[in-house]
């Protein structure tokens, strides 16, 4: 169920994540920058939910911008926070997802059948990490709370770099 990989993007994105991490920079991970952030940062995935843990269908057929199932938003978290909510329609395109979550981050948003949808940063400091399954890149137009995310880690790049 895995299908194709690449050893060399892996390491190569893995590095890149875990390189952006030590150095403090704000990261925005989707979907697979999701998977990658979690491994990067000691964290696992499963390599494929179909079937096994997944009760919903996390591969939609409906057009990329369109919401096909809701997740669940952890309160006071930075997800809620940005998103001005506990709950949020979503799209959904993957097999894989985070299993245990690495040290340092927290689950903070779930799809209906415990599929872990968001993590982010919860360390002593107040960087900006943070990673969402679906793709909210092709939904910012509809759903305010998706262009949000964007507007989030822009500011947060931009406060970083006025620290330098």
Known sequence: GTGEITPERDRMEITAAQMALAAGLPVLGICRGLQVLN???????????????ANIKHNQEAPRWYATHGVKILPKSLLADITGRTSLRVNSFHHQA???????FRAV??????????????GPDARFALGVQWHPEVMWERETAHYRLFARFVAAAYKRSRKE
């Open 39 to 53: 491994i990067a940062a000691g964290g696992n995935i499963y390599q494929d939910i179909r079937g096994a843990v």
């Open 109 to 122: 948003a779930w799809a209906a059948d415990g599929i872990i949808e968001a993590i982010e940063y919860h």
């Open 98 to 104: 985070v299993r245990d979550v690495a040290p340092g």
